[in-house]
């Protein structure tokens, strides 16, 4: 039986970091990014890698069965039995679509989502706060500020949707990612650990 951690965060908060260090510490622990998977769905020259091929390589948005199908094909093929996941779902239709064909597999169990939360003030300034550490008279562009206006909102606009879908099945656990990153790394992988 295969144990799922999906961990979900706003851009800036640590979770893929978070993610790879505790699965570098811990054998019995493997992560993958979405991305990640899709990239190894295409190098396996599987069926269902070169139809994510075709998808991607004209620049389209792989459809959202695939993208689950592929998660879950990535975790009954993983080395060992807890999987990390980070940056999903993304959307409520992500966190449906996964609900549904997860529990139809026998081997997979969603052990719980972590959320790692940060406010959006210190999400802004991990991710611009290199741009404001630039010398004085150099023009700071904007273009970044945007984009992260963006990927926040992309983030923020389905996220109570998703903490109380995960709420009331009693599988949503919050971390703090406002602390220094051994402390959330510490707090992830001992609430990972204790999971029977």
């Not at 979900?8 to 979405?34: C, E, F, L, M, R």
């Not at 993304?90 to 790692?116: C, G, H, P, W």
């Not at 630039?134 to 109570?160: C, H, W």
């Not at 099945?169 to 999971?195: H, P, Q, W, Y």
């Amino acid at each position: 039986m295969k144990k799922l951690f999906l961990i979900i965060g706003a851009p800036g908060s640590g979770k893929t970091t978070d993610a790879s260090i505790i699965a570098q510490n811990n054998g019995a622990i493997v992560h993958y990014s979405t991305g990640d998977m899709l990239r190894e769905e295409v190098a396996s020259g599987s069926a269902l890698g070169c139809e994510i091929e075709g998808y991607i390589s004209k620049g389209a948005l792989v459809p959202l069965d695939i993208i689950v199908n592929t998660i879950v094909t990535a975790i009954n093929n993983a080395p060992v039995d807890t999987v990390l996941i980070d940056g999903y779902p993304r959307s409520t239709e992500q966190m449906t679509a996964f609900d549904v064909l997860v529990a139809k597999e026998e081997n997979i169990e969603l052990a719980s989502v972590i959320e790692v939360r940060v406010s959006e003030q210190v999400a802004r300034e991990r991710i611009l706060g290199r741009r404001a550490e630039a010398a004085p008279g150099q023009e700071r562009s904007d273009d970044s500020e945007e984009v992260f206006n963006d990927r926040m909102k992309i983030y923020t606009d389905p996220l109570a949707e998703i903490q109380a879908f995960y709420t009331q099945k009693n599988l949503l656990k919050v971390i703090s990612g406002e602390r220094t990153l051994e402390e959330v790394v510490a707090d992830m992988e001992a609430f990972i650990t204790s999971k029977p």
